[in-house]
């Protein structure tokens, strides 16, 4: 027969086991991050003077997305993406300090936008849209659409200037500041992993052993165990760089406007 | 036996054996809770097997449900459940429709190999679900927001009561019995079912028609496992029953398949490449078998994909 005492320490090995492997992903994740932020190399922060792109700019994310409907009576749109796309098309940029560069379309591009500004851009932009979309978005086949962010003249950027860098940067976001609070925060994610197993573990085997104390750290470490799994999916993508992160954009239906006194007053 | 069974309560004579796989699963679980005598060695290894083969069960009923009668097939789904504690009806989007495809939309599958990337490769297998169970679970939750889902939702949900609701009232009853002789070997099966997914496809290239998938070609094996070692032909034909799948692996695959991928035994493939050998096998040109093979009538993966949506 199995004693508990060595079933115990089986479900200690397998708590420990997983917690340690989630930690190690998550320290991989990390340093993945580190060497992409050394690969910008010198990072320089300026203003956009000109964009060789459409529009007049200098710089663009597109996320290629699928809608689908809700339903119901109160239908909503939920965009999935499907893929992600850096695009410098040149340009010029006053950094600080009064020097100015050109910006060549690298090969291999990473641009950065803060989330604000791409939220606005995969907004709903009117409620024709949202029924324009929301016939297609109930079909199996979806609503497809494409995501631009662009960066244009007049914006501050952080670029990687370096002629040696070997990935071009251009990003709204001071790059620096990002990775390392996505590192602090891949760290902090460890440790607080860490802290929480040995706290289960312990309570287990806290005297005397399968009585009370002991049987509540043993069911912590269960929920644990289930819980800390899709928390180390959603730090990896947490630490995913800002040009590949996921989103899940939703359109609900704009509400129009009541025309207030105001503005249907008559001129007069 | 046979017109007893036929017509009647299954749709096939030999989902007898999955049927028989389920109850000696359950079997085992209540022994060991209600038997002191059963909790060892032998009764705990045959549960975390059988909890495997119960969601091996999860995944041919999800397929092609056994019986007849549709509330009978719910039914079932809620008591697969509770054997590998999480809701059967999972396997709809996550399976049939996505990973069928290897594809989400245009983004890599839930249960995609390439989610995982230690270099030592043991570690592969031993994480994998640490990935992908999220992976899917979040996947399912978009899926399910969609419109014209609530039927499934609330399948879904009576899944989900019932497997956790019943695993609460055991740990109420016996909480360290339950931990260590049923929450193991439900977990254990659970996330065995998504290893598979990085056993058959790693190192296979899942662009081609025919080379996408590894396959594990040995009789007693497949006996057991209900033909699910057949898994180039179950991807290409997903409503071919599971009883089929051994002839048209022979008249279909084999012509196509490059011979690497055709594994006569899953054990030593596992202690060859997990354990033997530290570093992750690379990417080999696979696909060149099919093109050297006369053309077969393959629907493409998006047509697929749409009839099973539409049946699901």
């Known amino acids: 027969m199995l004693s508990r005492e060595v079933m115990g320490a089986l479900a200690l090995a397998i708590l420990w086991v997983n917690t340690l492997l989630i930690a190690a992903a998550a320290l991989k994740r990390a340093a993945e991050l580190a060497r992409l932020g050394r690969g910008f190399g010198a990072v320089a922060k300026g203003t956009v003077l000109r964009g060789d792109g459409p529009a007049g700019a200098l710089a663009a994310l597109e996320i290629e997305q699928v809608g689908r409907s809700s339903g119901g009576a109160n239908p909503h749109i939920l965009f999935h993406d499907r893929a992600h796309a850096c695009r410098v098309f040149g340009g010029r940029v006053a950094l600080e300090g009064g020097a100015e560069v050109d910006l060549a379309p690298p090969e291999d591009a990473e641009v950065w936008i803060d989330a604000p500004t791409v939220a606005k851009a995969a907004g709903c932009p009117s409620e024709a849209a949202f029924d324009a979309a929301c016939g297609e978005a109930r079909k199996a086949r979806g609503f497809a659409r494409s995501v631009s962010a662009f960066i244009v003249a007049g914006q501050e950027v952080f670029v990687a200037a370096e002629s040696g860098a070997r990935t071009g940067l251009v990003s709204t976001l001071d790059p620096r500041a990002w990775v390392a609070k996505r590192m602090s925060l891949a760290y902090a994610f460890v440790g607080a992993e860490v802290l929480v197993a040995a706290a289960c573990t312990a309570a287990s085997l806290q005297a005397p052993l399968f009585g009370t104390v002991s049987t509540a750290g043993a069911a912590a470490g269960l929920v644990f165990f289930l819980l800390v799994q899709p928390a180390g999916t959603s730090v990896r993508d947490t630490l995913r760089p800002p040009s ?16 207030s006194h105001e503005t249907s007053r008559s001129p007069s | 036996m046979t017109p007893f069974v036929r017509g009647r309560l299954l749709k096939h004579p030999a989902e007898l054996r999955q049927l028989g796989i389920v109850a000696t699963y359950l079997g085992l679980l209540g022994g060991m809770v209600f038997v002191p005598a059963c909790r060892n060695v032998f009764f705990l290894g045959a549960a975390c097997y059988l909890s495997f083969l119960n969601a091996v069960v999860i995944h041919n009923h999800l397929h092609q449900g056994i019986f007849e009668s549709r509330r009978l097939n719910m039914l079932f789904r809620t008591v697969l459940s509770f054997g590998a504690l999480y809701p059967a009806s999972a396997n709809i989007p996550s399976h049939n429709l996505v990973h069928h495809h290897f594809d989400d939309e245009g983004q890599p599958d839930w249960a995609a190999p390439e989610s995982v990337d230690f270099r030592w490769n043991l570690l592969n297998l031993i994480h994998f679900p640490n990935v992908a169970g999220p992976n899917t679970f979040s996947g399912v939750s978009r899926w399910k927001a969609v419109a014209n889902r609530t039927e499934f939702g609330r399948q879904y949900l009576y899944e989900n009561v019932f497997a956790f609701g019943l695993t609460l009232v055991l740990f109420v009853h016996d909480f360290w019995t339950t931990l260590f002789f049923v929450a193991i070997p439900q977990l254990y099966g659970a996330r065995c079912i998504l290893r598979i997914n990085l056993i058959q496809h790693d190192a296979c290239d899942i662009s081609s028609d025919w080379n996408h998938s590894r396959n594990f070609v040995g009789r007693v094996f497949n006996w057991i496992m209900c033909n699910n070692g057949y898994h ?21 695959v084999v012509p196509r398949i490059d011979p690497s991928l055709d594994e006569p035994s899953m054990v030593k493939y596992l202690l060859r490449t997990y354990l033997f050998t530290p570093a992750r096998p690379g990417l080999r040109r696979v696909a060149e078998a099919e093109r050297r093979a006369d053309p077969i009538a393959l629907l493409p993966r998006e047509l697929r994909r749409a009839e099973l949506e539409a049946a699901s």
Do not use: Y
């Open chain 1, 244 to 259: 590949r992160a996921p989103r899940h954009d939703q359109w609900t239906r704009p509400v129009a406007r009541e025309p």
């Open chain 2, 232 to 252: 180039t032909i179950h991807h290409n034909r997903a409503g071919m029953h599971w009883t089929e799948l051994a002839e048209a692996h022979a008249r279909e």
